[in-house]
């Protein structure tokens, strides 16, 4: 938050003298030591640009294996970013900005902690609040007065009071006054090299003028701006309507590509035209399902307190429900094109091309690629993959390795998932037996869209 500029000569009128003390006092703050809890996909990132831009880092994580694939730089990361973590490894350990610990203890001389841990769903589609709940219990136990705590997981509403500010007052840590706590949800797009942290503004909310005040600051070092809520629930609810408005969107594109194709029409060039608008309309697009971290859990978050207020939201519902069911559509697809060449799933040699949940990553959390693989296998079909970022996946009992050259085989159909940045996909032009589930392969003359 900038400070305001008062003319040379004149003194401060006294509101005046008071707000630009608060400003030093953020401004201050955010140049300290700042703990990162959790170092996966949002707080290595996180940790790294602040490492840029000047901060001593705290790297926190419970999982030693994954600190030691940091420390080898054996992570999945925008090659920017690898970049970072390469000298930042590499400064003398003496002199290292940059403490790799799974010792909480150590958090208690961060200036600010960022709570950057997943927010998944279980199987029913429940929250899993394991891994937020303990991180916010360490970093409650380690607070010191003085402290601000950002909570940047994905979550329900009234998480940051619930999990930080009552168990800190708990402690006789009243939030605003003795310690400082903010929610601000994380944008890190993984494996996205136009949206960086940098070039992306951040949302926060505050307990207090105090709390939001340092936050901000703090956040302003790795965001060209940061849009200030008036409290916690209400960037803890912005998160919630981000990601649930790309969850409707995307499955309406996926039912109006069914729609499409039930009319003998391919729907990628009627988006393509109908993005020529250039108001009122925002394309997205249809796919074999929705994975990652956010898309797939995020909305149900949402859903989940709903349902314990009763309240009810059917579009959100129908659409979450939608995502969920579309891997299988895909598995319904596969057997319909094997059927109309007189082959059944059961003993049919079927390559997924991509199994990641998104390009240029090697992700596969919540991928839909999972669920179709291991439908197919349960059907009888001998599945295999390709993908040159995933080396290995678990089906079943079995653990399947990407196959090196998938071109020199023959397969009886060929299921493109992910196409990944510079992948070579020219051999596929010579099949007849491609599904394109991408919608992006017009190129391949015999290719079939879900």
């Known amino acids: ?58 790297g926190l994580d419970a999982s030693e294996a994954r600190l030691d694939a ?38 208690a001389a961060a200036r600010t902690v960022l ?30 007065p003085g402290q601000l705590l950002v909570l940047t997981s994905t979550t329900y509403v009234g998480t940051t009071r619930d999990l930080l500010v009552e168990p800190l007052a708990e402690r006789g840590l009243v939030a605003g006054t003795d310690i400082f706590v903010a929610f601000s949800p994380e944008r890190i797009d993984p494996g996205n090299s136009r949206h960086t942290q940098e070039s992306t503004p951040r949302v926060v909310g505050g307990t207090g003028e105090r709390s939001t005040r340092i936050a ?22 912005t998160k919630l309507w981000e990601n649930t408005f790309r969850a409707v969107n995307i499955a309406l594109a996926n039912e109006f590509a069914e729609d499409c194709r039930g009319l003998g029409l391919d729907p990628s060039p009627i988006i393509a035209a109908a993005a020529t608008k250039p108001y009122g309309f925002m394309p997205f697009y249809p796919g074999p399902g929705v994975g990652g971290h956010c898309i797939p859990c995020d909305p149900h978050y949402l859903l989940w307190q709903l349902r314990a207020k009763r309240i009810s939201s059917p579009l959100i519902d129908a659409a979450m429900t939608a995502i969920a069911g579309r891997p299988r559509q895909v598995v319904r697809r596969v057997r319909e094109l094997l059927a109309d060449r007189g082959l059944s ?16 990553v090697a ?19 001998k599945v295999h993959f390709t993908d040159p970022l995933v080396p290995v996946v678990r089906l079943g009992a079995e653990v399947l390795a ?47 869209i879900l």
């Open 1 to 58: 938050m900038p400070m305001e500029l008062v003319a040379a000569g004149s003194p401060p009128e006294p509101n005046e003298e008071a707000e630009q003390a608060a400003d030093r006092e953020a401004q201050e703050h955010a140049a300290g030591t700042v703990a990162v809890v959790g170092l996966g996909y949002v707080g290595l990132p996180t940790a790294l640009a602040l490492l840029a831009a000047g901060n001593e880092v705290i």
């Open 70 to 107: 940091i420390r080898r730089r054996d992570v999945d990361l925008l090659p920017s970013d690898h970049e970072r973590l390469t000298a930042s490894l590499a400064e003398d350990a003496t002199d290292s900005r940059f403490t790799l610990t799974s010792d909480p203890a150590r958090l």
């Open 115 to 144: 709570i950057c841990v997943p927010t998944p769903v279980d199987r029913h589609q429940v929250p899993d609040l394991s891994a937020m709940a303990a991180a916010c219990a360490t970093a409650v136990a380690n607070a010191v």
């Open 216 to 237: 901000a600051a703090v956040l302003h070092r790795t965001a060209p701006s940061v849009h200030v809520l008036p409290s916690p629930e209400d960037a803890e609810m």
């Open 345 to 360: 799933l059961s003993g049919a040699r079927v390559l997924l091309v991509g199994v990641a949940y998104k390009p240029g």
């Open 363 to 381: 992700d596969l959390r919540e991928s839909p690629a999972l669920e179709i693989m291991e439908e197919l296998h349960q059907d009888g079909a």
């Open 402 to 448: 990407s196959e090196a050259a998938p071109e020199a085989d023959n397969w009886d159909l060929v299921l493109v998932h992910t196409v990944h940045p510079g992948a070579d996909l020219s051999w596929l032009a010579e099949l007849g037996n491609v599904l394109d589930a991408t919608y992006r392969l017009d190129s391949v003359p015999a290719r079939a």
